[in-house]
C-alpha cells in the first residue's frame, strides 16, 4: 500500500491544521493507522493510531485534548485534526499503515511526511 501525507504547513501557535493520509493501491480498512512525527534532532515518537474499524484510538499524552485522529474507510483516508497547536508541536509528520499500535517497529508502509511548523 502507497500511503500520501498532505495537509501541512504553517500556522500560529493557537491555530488549527488537519492532516489527510491517502492510500492508494489497496484498501486499507484491515490495517490500524498511526501517525508519527520527527522534530529536528529528535527521533520519531508515536503521536496517535486508530484500530481498522475506528472504534479504538490512541494518543500521546503530549497531544491529548488536541489532536484528533480519524478515518474514512470509503476514501481510503485517515486524517488528524490538529487544534490549539504548539511551537512543541513543530516536526515532520509521517502517516503509517499496519497494526494501530503506539511503536513504529508495528508499521510496515509509511508515507514521505508533511512539514507542520508552529510559530510562537
Known amino acids: 500500500v502507497q500511503l500520501q501525507a498532505s495537509g501541512g504547513g504553517l500556522v500560529q501557535a493557537g491555530g488549527s491544521l488537519r492532516l489527510s493520509c491517502a492510500a492508494s493501491?489497496?484498501?486499507?480498512?484491515?490495517?490500524?493507522m498511526g501517525w508519527f512525527r520527527q522534530a529536528p534532532g529528535k527521533e520519531r515518537e508515536f503521536v496517535a493510531a486508530i484500530r481498522s474499524s475506528g472504534d479504538r484510538t490512541y494518543y500521546a499524552d503530549s497531544v491529548k485534548g488536541r489532536l484528533t485522529i480519524s478515518r474514512d474507510n470509503a476514501k481510503n483516508t485517515m486524517y488528524l485534526q490538529m487544534n490549539m497547536l504548539k511551537p512543541e508541536d513543530t516536526a515532520v509528520y509521517y502517516c503509517a499503515a499496519g497494526s494501530g499500535g503506539p511503536h513504529d517497529y508495528e508499521y510496515g508502509s509509511w508515507g514521505q511526511g508533511t512539514q507542520v511548523t508552529v510559530s510562537s
Open positions: 493501491g489497496r484498501t486499507v480498512s484491515s490495517y490500524g
